[in-house]
Every structure is written in structure tokens, then in C-alpha cells.
């Protein structure tokens, strides 16, 4: 807090302090017959000052000659504009120039005066706007508060365009005019971040999607990623998980790999990033996404999944200093709860059970509750439960949290600073689960001189929670929550926690632990610490050849602290309580110089870059582990309480790179575009004998519609091809993957423990890098004054030379060694297309559709293409299978072939079945897939005036679910609850329609324990991502209130889900299996994502 108020205090101070910068400025000019452009950009250069001003009114190309010494500004403008029609207003450090207002002109009476306001997309004043009246050269500019007034014709309209926004056309109908004019995202002379540097977008030959600060934030996101999905073509952001901080995966193009990585590359501010969805976003300006080959391969082995580029705010230009803060407060609720079993539902399934005993198992037993069910603090004497809790609601909560930045940013022509400060605290539905970030960030850019340019960028980010492990079903609280039997009550009377074995009756119920109990006892602390940073200097060698070098680091220091208590029942892998304590540390670090050169030389544009880079990554990690704690006391504190210490372990990994790059650009009259780039890698990872890896790419790209056969054509005003072929690299292989790997151990010899070690693992000194040919084409169209725009890309990835196990004869001693031996690939289309639908002085509708369809398929798996079954494991049996022809990600098991029949008795007794149970086929196939062939994203925008309106849904199609719960909920009824379709689907003699098998008590008649297809269901989903309400209030309001801008917001997440009727659990895009990249849409007990209610407001000063 004290640092925050220092800041405002120091903000308000600059502020304060540019009010006479006027006059104490003390400029010396000379200029002999140069242009009036020249001499401004002589005073801008000299000083602070920037210069607005409409071109169709002032004539900057007039010749001046003008000798100043030691003269404030004031005096050089009326020397400058002597004899003109051209007046100045200094406003701080801005000058607007505008024409004099001619009192002699007598207008027709058909002419008024208008007067109005710009504003940008987040309400603030947009200075040095043209304001013209349609098809004339009359206009005007806009002053510091982004207000005009101008004398017009009646009936007129005005066009007010400013440079990097779209041409508003108002249609004046009164004497007030507010306009609201929009990024435009289309524009070709707009300057797109590239590896290594800046490019025109009109020079792009490879595909890029840009993402702004504003998009991501929308949604308010705890992570950047949530804030990217949907907002980029070819890009799927898998939210697995709705725990603060949880499992998140991003594909770019489908997966190419099978043992590496398939994660992209994170490059912030020109530094590699781990664990970035722990990144604050809201220190976010943009995100590029490098999907081709010829953006990506200057990233040579690192580049073959996609490079997401990163660019953080600084401080401003020009602007003085500007405070500005944002914050939000959000209520989380269940967006919707499984259909389990309440107590009398449970009873009459029980009964149904016996029953079904009797008619089909040859038993002959009860079919009374009250000869089972006699706990008297359980149930009444006629065996009826005294309870019936709702889990799920117990175990869950209604969240708040909350999210603020502040952000200081000052500059002027010479320098700039920026500062920002954030606090984030997120809760999760389930109990005690939270996360909280620290944030704090640091810019400082300098141009000491003419031919050095400074920039330094510092964050510290902590982070710490408490969560719940999502790698399996385990004994979590939420698969508990689900399990726990509903008459069971969450407390006895006398204030003891209840599980399923504090019933008395002998019903065989799994031991299961009391999820409330879990969740306020257990401890799964989360503590992460990242230091990252960068400092560079560019030397301005010759007009547009420029050196420049950069060190960066990106340090993480995190510790895991978990305790499981003594008493918790039911958790049969710690019956004596347990600690885990794990600290990790790693150290990456970069240094990079290289030399660009741009230049326009008449119709030839060049831009060239070379550089080389060192890079190294440390990392190291120890484990203590003990368990028998008497009780909770000291909980993780004091981990030599515990009287059975587990072996410590520590681990130690390293790697280094070195690399050589080049990319050169080449554009001929704004028409024909070439580029190629290549990229040398010589990495420790590698194999002794292919040390250095070699990453070419090469793209072109024609504007049609700059070509003069297409000037008569109107409609048309972009028309651009391209395309790109290019290999890009993986080199997430393992540090010592290519080395023969040697193991310690203990072992007795003559009754003593001595120390051994033996090799399991031969060398491979051929091992390299996984290679990826990529082939992209595309198209940009913009339509009808671009009204109606498109971007499409087809792209094929073939990604050879994967990581797999080679076979070897016994002989060797050894089964395998791990060789470049597999290949896959992928196909697709990404799509985006931007609409704008209705757009009036008042109104205005936009949609934007993004896209990604893609197809994978594995093409080899080594020498004789045998399956491989990565798992996860469930039932000691691979979820999973990869063959040749098959998609990744397919999921294995029988198929179910429906319920046997009464008759069908005698053959389901041939194969120990009975009436009742799941028939299945003799072999297990492939049921399903869990990877999508179609995503993406329709966004709706409107604005009304001051109003905004934002609608985003997004859609998934040709993917399944693996509904790993249904194990427990609908196959295994009485050692668990279950699904209501236990009681309402089964089959029966009366309802044979069905798929789900007749009740049976499990616990003494058995229970289905292989995966099949009934399992499986469609995974495809409609989602209402967001909907939000903005509104910004007029100027004219905000400067009595002393700010220059305020918009409030209010808005509502994941605001519905249209699922397949067959999908039982919370979330179709789910996992379970976090850490193992094949358990996409493999659920078994996910943790439920939220419906989230936030309301906003950003404000600046």
C-alpha cells in the first residue's frame, strides 16, 4: 500500500510539473529552405513537444527559412506561421496546429456550428484526430481532450479517421457529436512483432494472429491463455480444469509429437519463458502467434509447435505521465452439478439390486433396507436414512475474487518509464482452494544520444495457493464428493467427522474419505517465485542499420508443501498421515545480438536481420518425505515429527544452446513480397554425432489488389496471397536422452548394504531433434470498405524423426533404445473472419468467427509399426493407443454391444456373465478420440453511443469423452454412490432400450471393470464464454470528476453449456490426467469449472 500511494503521489508530481515546460524550453534552430515538416521534426527532436495536425489544412511542405537561438517554442510557431492562416494551441507537451477561423466569412444560414468529442475503444480522448466534412477539404483536429468544433453545411457528414483506426462516418444530426472510433486490426502499414524484430504486415509472407490487451482481458482472466482462447485461428487453449492456476494446454496447429512436448514457445520481450500461464495479463500489450513455418523457423529446433510472442507494456511516448487503474470483483458459482443419487433413491436401487440378485445371481436374500441398514445414528428401525446430503454442495462454495493493477506510465521523447503493480486472489469452488499472485513490473527505455537507444525490464511475480492434485482419480475431494454415500451426514452429533467405515451395519461400503473433512484438513500449498528481466542496447550505426544486444534471465523458485493428517479416513495410501516436501529451482538465461537493416529505396523495400544466441537452462529439485504424525499440529512445519522418514532424493539437469540466424525481406512496389530465413542450432541435447541441426524456411506473397487490373474493381480493397514452406525443429527431448543412463542403488551383500549401480539405458549418439515440413497457402480478402474480411491459411505439417523405442534383440541385454524413428501429420484450415454487420453515428455491429480444422494422423511408428499404449493407465490398461492410419489421442477399449437379455442366459453363462450385464466385443478397438477436428469462436460486438456489448460463444465438434467416472457411478452401485441413470436407465425386462446394465449390488455380485464404449460420448459443446456490458462515461462528465477516462463493466462467464444428453460429467474439455498429454477429454472426476459474475471499471487519470 505505501508503495502505491509513493507512486500516485510521484505520478501527480510529473504531472504538475510538465505545466510550464512551454516556457522554460530552450530550443535552437536553423533551417535554410526546408520544409515546415522538417522544422517540426527539428523541435521534436530537441524536445518533449509532439505535433497534431490535419495535412489537408496545414501545409507542411511550404519552404521556411528560420534561425532561432536559445527561443521557447511559443516564439519559433509565430515566427514559423507568420503571414498563414495556421494558429497553435501548447497543450502540456502537445501542439495542435489548426486553421484561423475567418470572422469575415459570412456562412449561409443553412450552415451551424458542431462541436463533439473522439474517444477511443476504452473511453480516453483521442488527440489530433482529423474531424472533416465529407468530400471537402473543411475540417478540423482535435485538442488535448479530444474536442473539436467545426462550422457545417446542415445535413452534412463527417469523416473522422486518425492514424491505426478505422474511418468513422457521422451523420450529424444535432449540434452535439460524440464518435467512438475502433483499432483498425486490417491496416497493411500496421507494424507486426516478428522473431527478432518488427515487420509491415503488408510484408508478411507467413501466418500471424494478433491478439490485443483489450481482448484478453475481457473475461478478466487469471491466465493469459484464458484470455487468448477463442481470440486466434489455429490456436486451441484447452481449459482442462476450473481450480485457480489449473491444468491448461495449448495446441497450435495439432499435436506433432508423441514422447516430446507439444507446448509452444513463449518469447516475452525477446526472452523465453517457462510457466507462463502464471504471467499476469493484464502486463500484457499483445500476443503474436507464429503458426507457419516461415514465421516460426527463425526459432529453428525450438519452433516446431508454434511461438506465442509476447509484448509487455511499457511506459508512453509523448504523453506525459498517465495513472490509470483497473479492478474487478467476481462471484464464482457451480455452473452445473452431476445427477447423483439422493438417500431414498440410493434405497430403492439397493433393493432393486437384491432383487436382481435373486432373479438372476441364484441368491436368495432380503430384499428389506431394514435387515441391511440398522446404524440407529444412520437410520430409522424400518432401515429409512435420517439423512440425505448433498456432497457436491457441501464440498463446494459460492467464490469471491478479486483482481487490481495499477499502472504508472510517463515519457516523453527521450525517455519513458512505465511501472505496474498487481494483486490477484482467486478462489476455487472447492473448499479452502485458492491462488494469489504479487505482481510487480518495472520498464525503463532511454535514447541517451542519437546513436544509442537503453531499455531495462524487471518483474518479480509470486504467486501461493492451496490445491487439490489433478493426476488421477485418487482419494481427491473431488471424486469424494461423488462417491460418499448421501445418508451419510458430514458431522455426528457429537461433532465427529463421518467417512464410510463410521457405519456399524456390514455393508462393504469402499472406504471413502469425508471430502468436507479432506478439504479443510488437508494441506497441498503452492509457493512460486519468478524473477524475470531483460536489458538491452541498440547502436543507430547508419539510417536504418541498427545493432542490437540483450541479456535476459527467467528464474523460478518453487516449493510444494503438502500434509495429509492421520485421521483421514479412507486415504489407504497414508494410514499414518503424511508430509511431502519438494523445492525446485531453475535458472534460464540468454544473451542475443544481432544486426537489422531496414530501408526504402523508391519502389524496393528491404529489411534484414542476423544474430546469433547462447542460451542455458539449470535446474535442480530435492524431495523429503515422512509419515507417522500423531495429529495435525505442526502440520508440514516439522517434518521430523513424522516417525517413519522417507529416503530423500535430489535431482540435478542442465542443457545449453548456441545458434546462428538470419532472415532477409525483400518488397517490390507495395506488390510482390520475399523472404527467407534460416536458423543453425547446436545443442547439448543432441546426440554426439548431430550436434548442430540446420532450420531453412522461404515464403512469398503478391497484393493483387495493388496490381493495376484490379483498380477498377471497386469493392475489392485487399487481395493478398502467400505462401511459405519451411522445417522447423523440436528439441524437447531431455537433457541426456542421447547418453547411456546408469542407476544407483542399495543391495546386501554378505548381510551388509552396500552401494551398486547398473546401466538400464544405451547411448544413442545419433539422437536429434524431432523435424517438422511445413507447408502453408493462404488468403487475405478485405470486402466493401472493409466491411467484410477474411484470412485463410491450409496448412500440412509432417513432423518426422520422433522419439520413440527401437526395439532390440535380447541378446543386447536391453528391450529398447530410444531412436528417431516415427512421423505424424497434420492438416488443416485456419479461418478468421471479421464483419462489420451495421454501423451508424450512433450504432455500431461487429462480429469476428475464428476457426481451426485439422486432421492428424500418425504415419509410421518405427520399423514394424507396432501399437503403442502410452496410457494413462486405468484398470492396468492403456486409455490410449497410438497405430498407423489413427488419429493421436484415440481412445482403446471394448465395445459396448448392449445388456444381456433373459434370453440370452445360456450364452452369457458361457462366457461368466449373467442377465443383466454389459455385453461387449471379444476384442478391444479403438472407441474414440479425444483431440477436436473443428474449433472455434464467434465474437459479437456492439456498441450504442457510450454502451458496449460484448457476446462470445465457442464451439467444439468431431471430439469424444472418455467418461472414466462412470467406473465408479454406474458400474460399481453399493461401493459408491452413483448416477441417477443407475436407477431411471437400467436395463429391466421392462426397459431393455437401453445401455446401462441392470443393478447390482457390487460389493458381493461383482462389478465391470474394463472401459468400454459406454463410456465414451460425443464431446462436442456450445459454450457462452462471456457476455459483458461496458459503459463510458462522457468527457465532459469524467473531467469534473477529475479523470480522463472511466468505463464501467459488468459481465458474466461461461454463462451456458450445450453438451450431448449422453455427457454425465461437469465439462466435456476436461482432463483428469494433468502432466499426460494423452488424457485430453479423459475425465475421471474433473474439477467443476465455474459461472462467473463480474462486475469492473477502469479508470485513468
Known amino acids: 500500500m505505501k508503495l502505491m500511494v509513493f507512486m500516485l503521489f510521484l505520478s501527480v508530481g510529473l504531472l504538475r510539473a510538465t505545466g510550464t515546460y512551454g516556457q522554460i524550453t530552450s530550443l535552437t534552430l536553423e533551417a535554410r529552405n526546408e520544409t515546415v515538416q522538417q522544422v517540426l521534426d527539428k523541435i521534436e527532436a530537441q524536445s518533449e513537444f509532439s505535433f497534431f495536425y490535419n495535412n489537408k489544412q496545414v501545409n507542411v511542405?511550404?519552404?521556411?527559412?528560420?534561425?532561432?537561438?536559445?527561443?521557447?517554442?511559443?516564439?519559433?510557431?509565430?515566427?514559423?506561421?507568420?503571414?498563414?492562416?495556421?494558429?497553435?494551441?501548447?497543450?502540456?507537451?502537445?501542439?495542435?496546429?489548426?486553421?484561423?477561423?475567418?470572422?469575415?466569412?459570412?456562412?449561409?444560414?443553412?450552415?451551424?456550428?458542431?462541436?463533439?468529442?473522439?474517444?477511443?475503444?476504452?473511453?480516453?480522448?483521442?488527440?489530433?484526430?482529423?474531424?472533416?466534412?465529407?468530400?471537402?477539404t473543411n475540417g478540423t483536429v482535435t485538442d488535448m481532450d479530444g474536442k473539436f468544433s467545426l462550422q457545417i453545411p446542415e445535413g452534412t457528414e463527417l469523416e473522422v479517421s486518425y492514424i491505426g483506426f478505422l474511418t468513422q462516418m457521422v451523420k450529424v444530426t444535432g449540434d452535439k457529436v460524440s464518435v467512438v472510433i475502433k483499432e483498425d486490426t486490417q491496416k497493411l502499414d500496421e507494424v507486426v512483432v516478428v522473431g527478432y524484430g518488427t515487420m509491415k504486415k503488408s510484408d508478411l509472407t507467413g501466418s500471424i494472429s494478433v491478439t490485443k490487451s483489450d481482448d484478453l482481458l475481457k473475461n478478466q482472466p487469471f491466465s493469459a491463455l484464458d484470455g487468448l482462447k477463442g481470440k486466434a485461428s489455429g490456436v486451441n487453449v484447452f481449459s482442462n480444469s476450473g481450480q485457480p492456476g489449473g491444468g491448461m494446454r495449448v495446441v497450435i496447429r495439432g499435436v506433432g509429437s508423441i514422447n516430446s512436448s507439444s507446448d509452444p514457445l513463449?518469447?516475452?520481450?525477446?526472452?523465453?519463458?517457462?510457466?507462463?500461464?502464471?504471467?499476469?495479463?493484464?502486463?500484457?500489450?499483445?500476443?503474436?502467434?507464429?503458426?507457419?513455418?516461415?514465421?516460426?523457423?527463425?526459432?529453428?529446433?525450438?519452433?516446431?509447435?508454434?511461438?506465442?510472442?509476447?509484448?509487455?507494456?511499457?511506459?508512453?511516448?509523448?504523453?506525459?505521465?498517465?495513472?490509470?487503474?483497473?479492478?474487478?470483483?467476481?462471484?464464482?458459482?457451480?455452473?452445473?452439478?452431476?445427477d447423483l443419487l439422493n438417500s431414498e433413491e440410493w434405497m430403492q436401487a439397493f433393493e432393486t439390486s437384491m432383487e436382481n440378485a435373486n432373479k438372476w445371481y441364484g441368491a436368495n436374500v432380503s430384499t428389506n433396507r431394514a435387515d441391511y441398514f440398522k446404524d440407529p445414528r444412520l437410520f430409522d428401525s424400518n432401515g429409512n436414512p435420517l439423512y440425505d446430503t448433498d456432497w457436491q454442495r457441501e464440498a463446494t462454495r459460492t467464490t469471491w475474487s478479486h483482481n487490481h493493477q495499477l499502472s504508472i506510465q510517463y515519457g516523453g521523447n527521450k525517455t519513458s518509464t512505465g511501472a505496474f503493480l498487481n494483486y490477484t486472489d482467486q478462489q476455487g469452488l472447492l473448499l479452502n482452494n485458492y491462488m494469489k499472485r504479487l505482481n510487480a513490473k518495472i520498464t525503463f527505455d532511454a535514447e541517451p544520444t542519437t546513436w544509442l537507444s537503453t531499455s531495462v525490464n524487471l518483474l518479480v511475480n509470486h504467486s501461493w495457493g492451496n490445491t487439490t492434485k489433478e493426476d488421477g482419480g485418487n482419494k481427491q475431494p473431488r471424486r469424494t464428493m461423488i462417491e460418499m454415500m448421501p445418508w451419510m451426514p458430514m458431522q455426528f452429533e457429537d461433532g465427529t467427522w463421518s467417512s464410510s467405515t463410521t457405519i456399524s451395519d456390514n455393508i462393504r461400503i469402499e472406504n471413502i474419505s469425508n471430502p468436507v473433512y479432506a478439504l479443510n484438513s488437508t494441506k497441498q500449498m503452492r509457493y512460486r517465485t519468478q524473477v524475470f528481466g531483460n536489458a538491452s542496447l541498440t547502436f543507430h550505426l547508419l539510417p536504418g542499420l541498427d545493432l542490437k544486444t540483450q541479456i535476459g534471465i527467467d528464474s523460478h523458485n518453487n516449493r510444494n508443501r503438502d500434509f495429509l493428517p492421520p485421521d483421514l479416513r479412507g486415504s489407504d495410501g497414508f494410514p499414518l498421515g503424511q508430509v511431502n516436501l519438494v523445492n525446485s529451482e531453475s535458472l534460464y538465461w540468454q544473451e542475443e545480438t544481432f544486426v537489422t537493416y531496414q530501408n526504402t529505396i523508391n519502389k524496393h523495400r528491404l529489411n534484414l536481420m542476423g544474430g546469433l544466441s547462447w542460451q542455458e537452462r539449470i535446474y535442480r529439485t530435492s524431495t523429503s518425505t515422512s509419515k507417522g504424525f500423531s495429529n495435525n499440529f505442526y502440520g508440514f512445519e516439522n517434518i521430523g515429527v513424522g516417525t517413519i522418514p522417507g529416503i530423500p532424493t535430489s535431482n540435478y539437469d542442465a542443457w545449453s544452446m548456441n545458434s546462428y540466424f538470419l532472415r532477409a525481406g525483400y518488397t517490390y512496389d507495395d506488390r510482390y513480397t520475399v523472404t527467407a530465413t534460416t536458423r543453425v542450432d547446436g545443442s547439448s541435447r543432441f546426440g554426439g554425432n548431430n550436434k548442430y541441426g540446420f532450420f531453412p524456411s522461404a515464403g512469398i506473397g503478391w497484393i493483387v489488389s495493388n496490381e493495376s487490373f484490379m483498380k477498377n474493381v471497386k469493392f475489392i480493397d485487399l487481395l493478398k496471397l502467400h505462401s511459405s514452406f519451411g522445417v522447423t525443429g523440436n528439441t524437447d527431448i531431455g537433457s541426456y536422452s542421447s547418453l547411456a543412463l546408469v542407476d544407483s542403488y542399495n543391495t546386501l551383500i554378505n548381510g551388509s548394504l552396500v552401494s551398486a549401480s547398473q546401466i538400464n539405458r544405451l547411448a544413442n549418439p545419433d539422437l536429434q531433434w524431432e523435424k517438422t515440413n511445413q507447408f502453408d497457402v493462404g488468403i487475405n480478402l478485405n470486402l466493401f470498405n472493409s466491411r467484410l474480411n477474411f484470412d485463410v491459411s491450409y496448412y500440412n505439417k509432417y513432423t518426422y524423426d520422433l522419439l520413440l523405442d527401437r526395439p532390440l534383440p535380447y541378446t543386447t541385454g536391453f528391450k529398447s533404445v530410444i531412436d528417431n524413428?516415427?512421423?505424424?501429420?497434420?492438416?488443416?484450415?485456419?479461418?478468421?473472419?471479421?464483419?462489420?454487420?451495421?454501423?451508424?453515428?450512433?450504432?455500431?455491429?461487429?462480429?469476428?468467427?475464428?476457426?481451426?480444422?485439422?486432421?492428424?494422423?500418425?504415419?509410421?511408428?518405427?520399423?514394424?509399426d507396432a501399437d503403442i499404449f502410452p496410457g494413462p493407465m486405468f484398470v492396468n490398461t492403456s486409455s490410449t493407443i497410438l497405430r498407423v492410419g489413427e488419429s493421436l489421442g484415440s481412445f482403446w477399449g471394448y465395445k459396448r454391444l448392449g445388456v444381456w437379455t433373459e434370453n440370452e442366459a445360456l450364452e452369457a453363462q458361457k462366457v461368466g456373465q449373467h442377465v443383466g450385464e454389459v455385453k461387449r466385443s471379444n476384442e478391444m478397438e479403438i472407441i474414440g478420440k479425444g483431440l477436436p477436428d473443428l474449433t472455434g469462436s464467434i465474437i459479437n460486438t456492439f456498441t450504442y453511443k457510450n454502451f458496449d456489448l460484448t457476446v462470445d460463444l465457442q464451439f467444439v465438434t468431431g471430439v469424444d469423452v472418455f467418461q472414466h467416472f462412470k467406473h465408479s457411478t454406474e458400474d460399481r452401485f453399493g461401493l459408491a454412490n452413483g448416477l441417477s441413470s443407475i436407477l431411471y436407465d437400467a436395463w429391466s425386462p421392462l426397459n431393455t432400450n437401453t445401455f446401462v446394465p441392470a443393478i447390482r449390488y457390487a460389493p458381493s455380485f461383482g462389478q465391470n471393470s474394463h472401459a468400454d464404449s459406454g463410456w465414451v460420448c460425443d464431446g462436442s459443446y456450445l459454450r457462452g464464454n462471456l457476455i459483458q456490458l461496458g459503459y463510458v462515461f462522457d468527457s465532459s462528465l469524467t473531467k469534473k470528476m477529475g479523470v480522463g477516462s472511466f468505463r464501467v463493466f459488468a459481465g458474466v462467464s461461461n454463462f451456458f453449456l450445450l453438451t450431448s444428453k449422453d455427457f454425465a460429467g461437469y465439462d466435456p474439455e476436461s482432463t483428469s490426467y494433468d502432466g499426460n498429454k494423452w488424457g485430453q477429454n479423459i475425465s475421471f472426476f474433473e474439477y467443476p469449472k465455474p459461472r462467473t459474475y463480474t462486475v469492473g471499471l477502469n479508470v485513468s487519470f
Open 61 to 136: 511542405d511550404r519552404l521556411v527559412s528560420i534561425n532561432t537561438k536559445n527561443q521557447n517554442v511559443f516564439s519559433i510557431l509565430n515566427k514559423l506561421f507568420d503571414g498563414t492562416d495556421v494558429t497553435y494551441k501548447v497543450l502540456d507537451k502537445s501542439i495542435i496546429l489548426s486553421i484561423k477561423e475567418n470572422e469575415g466569412n459570412s456562412f449561409p444560414k443553412t450552415d451551424k456550428k458542431v462541436s463533439g468529442i473522439v474517444l477511443d475503444e476504452k473511453g480516453e480522448p483521442v488527440i489530433g484526430a482529423n474531424v472533416m466534412v465529407k468530400g471537402t
Open 266 to 338: 513463449y518469447v516475452v520481450d525477446g526472452v523465453v519463458m517457462e510457466n507462463f500461464k502464471y504471467l499476469n495479463p493484464n502486463d500484457i500489450e499483445s500476443m503474436e502467434v507464429l503458426k507457419d513455418a516461415s514465421s516460426a523457423a527463425i526459432y529453428g529446433s525450438r519452433g516446431a509447435n508454434g511461438v506465442i510472442l509476447v509484448t509487455t507494456k511499457r511506459g508512453r511516448k509523448d504523453k506525459g505521465a498517465v495513472i490509470s487503474y483497473d479492478g474487478s470483483l467476481s462471484v464464482g458459482t457451480m455452473s452445473r452439478y452431476m
Open 821 to 864: 524413428i516415427g512421423s505424424v501429420r497434420n492438416t488443416g484450415l485456419d479461418v478468421m473472419i471479421n464483419t462489420v454487420n451495421v454501423q451508424t453515428s450512433d450504432f455500431r455491429w461487429t462480429t469476428s468467427i475464428n476457426m481451426n480444422y485439422n486432421k492428424n494422423k500418425i504415419c509410421s511408428l518405427g520399423e514394424t
